[in-house]
C-alpha cells in the first residue's frame, strides 16, 4: 500500500479520511451511512466510494436521481479520484487531497471547494489556522524523510519541501514531477549542504515538522540526479548502515 493519506474535503472545510483497508464508503442522505449528508438533491444511497488495489479510489453512481458530477462532469460509469479532483453529489461538493503520512488536514481548509454544505463527517477535522503561511499542506514528519518523499514520487508532485525544526531556517528539498532535484540543509556555524549529501543528513536526522509550497519558484540548480527509485534505494541503503 503507497505511503499516501487521502481526504475528501468538503466546502464547509471538513475533511474526510478515506482509509484503504475499509475499501469503500456510501455516501447519501440514509442514517448510518459511510458519509451522510443533509441535501434534498441527494438520494438515500447516492454514491460509494471504492479503493483499487492500485492505489486510488474511484467513485460509482448508485443509479442517484440526480446523477454524480466529476469536476463538473456528469459521470457515466466508475471514474478515478485523483489529487485535486472535485466531486459532486446532489448540491454538495468535494475535494480529493492526497498527504503524505503525518501531513495535517488542517491545511487544506484554503483548498476547499467553494459552496457551502451543511454535511457532518469524521470528527477531530475542524479547520485551523495554517501552519506555516501559503503552504499547501503542512504535517508532522512521522515515517521519517524517506516515507515524505516516497509520496512525492507515487504522486509526482512538483514545489518546495521545506522540514522545519529548531533552526530559523529550514531545510529545503525541491521536487520535479516526483523526483527531488535539489536539497538544501542549514549546517550550524558551516553554512549550508546540498545535494544528496544533504538529503542524506535530512534523512537521518529528520526535523520534526514539513510544509509543502505547490507554488513556489523551481530550484535554480539541480545538485540531484538519477531515476526516483534509485535516489530512494540510495537513503535506504545509507538508512541500513546508520542502524548497524
Known amino acids: ?12 472545510r471538513r475533511a474526510h479520511r478515506l482509509k484503504p483497508d475499509k475499501r469503500s464508503y456510501v455516501i447519501g442522505r440514509e442514517d448510518g451511512l459511510d458519509l451522510v449528508i443533509q ?34 462532469q456528469r459521470m457515466s460509469q466508475p471514474t478515478r479520484l485523483d489529487d485535486g479532483t472535485q466531486l459532486q453529489v446532489g448540491g454538495q461538493v468535494f475535494r480529493m487531497h492526497l498527504l503524505p503520512p503525518g501531513g495535517d488536514p488542517a491545511s487544506l481548509g484554503q483548498q476547499a471547494p467553494q459552496i457551502s454544505t451543511q454535511e457532518t463527517m469524521g470528527p477531530g477535522m475542524a479547520m485551523g489556522d495554517l501552519a506555516s503561511q501559503g503552504a499547501t499542506f503542512t504535517g508532522q514528519v512521522t515515517g ?73 519558484p523551481p530550484a535554480d540548480r539541480t545538485t540531484i540526479t538519477g531515476s526516483p527509485s534509485g535516489v530512494l534505494m540510495e537513503l535506504a541503503r545509507l538508512m541500513d548502515e546508520g542502524t548497524r
Do not use: C
Not at 1 to 12: G, K
Not at 42 to 60: I, M, P, Q, T
Not at 149 to 177: E, N, Y
Open 144 to 216: 521519517g524523510l524517506m516515507d515524505l518523499v516516497q509520496f512525492f514520487v507515487t504522486t509526482g508532485k512538483t514545489g518546495r519541501l521545506d522540514l522545519i525544526g529548531a533552526t530559523q531556517i529550514p531545510a529545503s528539498v525541491w521536487m520535479q514531477a516526483g523526483m527531488p532535484v535539489h536539497a538544501v540543509l542549514p549546517v550550524p556555524g558551516k553554512g549550508f549542504a546540498e545535494g544528496f549529501d544533504a538529503l542524506a543528513a535530512m534523512a537521518k536526522a529528520p526535523p520534526p515538522r514539513f510544509a509543502f509550497h505547490a507554488d513556489a
Open 39 to 72: 441535501d434534498a438533491l441527494a438520494s438515500r444511497r447516492h454514491a460509494e466510494l471504492r479503493y483499487a488495489d492500485e492505489g486510488f479510489w474511484f467513485v460509482v453512481d448508485l443509479n442517484s436521481r440526480n446523477g454524480v458530477f466529476v469536476n463538473g
Open 1 to 12: 500500500m503507497p505511503a499516501v493519506d487521502f481526504y475528501l474535503l468538503s466546502a464547509a
